[in-house]
């Protein structure tokens, strides 16, 4: 791949890694796996059996746990500490064959990505929380699963398209701010409430 290519598969990755980070790592391994493209840098280790098991038997759980009113904030809640810095090591892993400066500045920037989009994910579920039907999870929940693996697939196949995405994602990600700002700080009390032993009750109605 070249730098644009290999710039645009990390920080794709590591912006679907934000909303689905199981999906997205699937993708990437089963791509690679059965000969559909080379990724680069550390990237090509995802196309081991066990890590590509793990990831789907680990989406499969999310699948469910994602559709669940108030357990989808809990999981959100959790996974704070693994789709943020998983989506760095994403966009690390991609760029650590290029210039070392490229690969910092890539991580950073994947991270933000990561963060930005679990953050917009979380407060969505947040607002849809606050009704009393499922059907509106339902909806978003596989709205982000097919985000999740159609982002990850144009990142490997088309870099320029999803360089536009995430630059429209970016511009509404700026208006949408304040609103995730309101969900870090619940998923934050959230957080301390599931360390303090607090019942699943209160912690749903913390991140919600």
């Known amino acids: 791949m070249d730098w644009f290519s290999t710039l645009s598969l990390a920080l794709g990755t590591a912006w679907t890694s934000g909303i689905n980070l199981y999906a997205t790592v699937s993708v990437l391994g089963l791509l690679q796996k059965f000969g559909a493209t080379k990724l680069p840098g550390g ?97 978003l929940s596989i709205a982000e699963d097919i985000i999740a693996f159609v982002g990850a697939i144009m990142a490997v196949f088309a870099p320029v398209l999803i360089a536009i995405v995430l630059a429209i994602f970016l511009i509404f990600f700026v208006w949408f701010f304040p609103k995730v700002v309101r969900a870090v700080r619940r998923m934050t009390n959230a957080v301390r409430a599931l360390f303090a032993g607090e019942s699943f009750r209160e912690v749903a109605r913390k991140a919600s």
């Open 43 to 139: 990237l090509e280790v995802l196309d081991n059996w066990w890590i590509i098991g793990v990831a789907g038997f680990l989406y499969s759980i999310e699948f469910f746990a994602d559709k669940i009113p108030y357990v989808d904030s809990v999981w959100d809640v959790v996974h704070t500490f693994i789709r943020v810095p998983a989506g760095a090591i994403v966009a690390y892993a991609a760029t650590n064959q290029m210039d070392a400066s490229v690969g910092v500045i890539a991580t950073l920037f994947g991270g933000g990505l990561a963060f930005s989009s679990h953050g917009t994910k979380a407060a969505l579920r947040a607002g849809a929380n606050l009704s009393p039907e499922p059907v509106s999870n339902w909806v």
